[in-house]
């Protein structure tokens, strides 16, 4: 079943009465956007990984990818940042394993734009793209309008619209807002469901869909 709003979902609040504007969330992205905060520039994996909080540089690198099809072979990620400019292009999985520069990597383009702040990416969102990409069948990038974000920022989408969940996977370093260049929103939303490998969320007027390597759900927004 659709549901048509995530946040109703996962917090009931409609129910309490506490209405929202549920503006598009892309125009919610603009209206809310700020400049990301200046800190310092690191130019290499290395030097980003001394200035990481190791837990977040270290988890679950270990961790076996989530199907057993990605048990094998060599793995890329090819993301691209539409609010940083920045792009993801790199080898995360080979020999077996993640490859812990390349997530660390991840880890920066991901970041909250608006605050600078990282989180660590969980490294089943790259299976997920891995695997949609193959069925699309698509060379170019992944866009992405939405990565890790801050407690901060989600409190302050959350409080301007009740399609932003209090307790987003976006906070956990575990969903992407993604379009492809080409790649019609209903086919995207259709392949996503296909993989059946978490959240799904369609946003048609937003024009992006929502993927999240979480609980297996769907729902529907603006």
């Known amino acids: ?22 503006w598009p969330l892309k125009a919610l992205w603009g ?4 400049p990301a905060l200046k800190g310092p520039v690191t130019d290499s994996p290395a030097e980003r990984a001394a200035a990481a909080d190791p837990p977040l540089a270290m988890l679950a690198l270990d961790e076996k990818p989530r ?26 999985f080979e020999n077996g394993r993640y490859v812990p520069h390349a997530l660390l990597e991840a880890n920066h383009v991901l970041r909250d734009w608006r605050n600078n702040q990282q989180h ?6 790259f299976d997920l793209l891995h695997d949609l990409r193959a069925k699309l069948d698509i060379s170019g990038p ?25 307790k ?27 993989l059946r490998a978490g959240g799904v969320g369609y946003y048609p007027e937003s024009g992006f869909v929502h993927v999240d390597v979480g609980p297996l759900r769907q729902w529907a927004g603006t």
Do not use: W
């Open 31 to 34: 209206q809310m956007s700020q």
């Open 120 to 125: 660590f990416i969980h490294p089943h969102l």
């Open 168 to 194: 987003s996977q976006h906070l956990l370093g575990k969903a992407l807002d993604i379009t492809v260049a080409g790649v019609g929103l209903s086919r995207l939303h259709a392949a996503a469901l296909s």
């Open 142 to 166: 992944f866009q992405i309008l939405s990565g890790y974000r801050s407690p901060a920022t989600n409190a302050m989408l959350h409080e301007h619209s009740e399609q932003v969940a209090s």
């Open 67 to 92: 199907l057993a099809k990605h048990a094998s072979g060599v793995r890329r990620a090819f993301l691209h940042n539409t609010h940083t400019g920045d792009l993801l292009n790199v080898v995360y």
């Open 1 to 22: 079943m659709i549901l048509q709003r995530r946040h109703l979902v996962q917090s009931g609040l409609a129910c309490l009465g506490l209405g929202a504007v549920a």
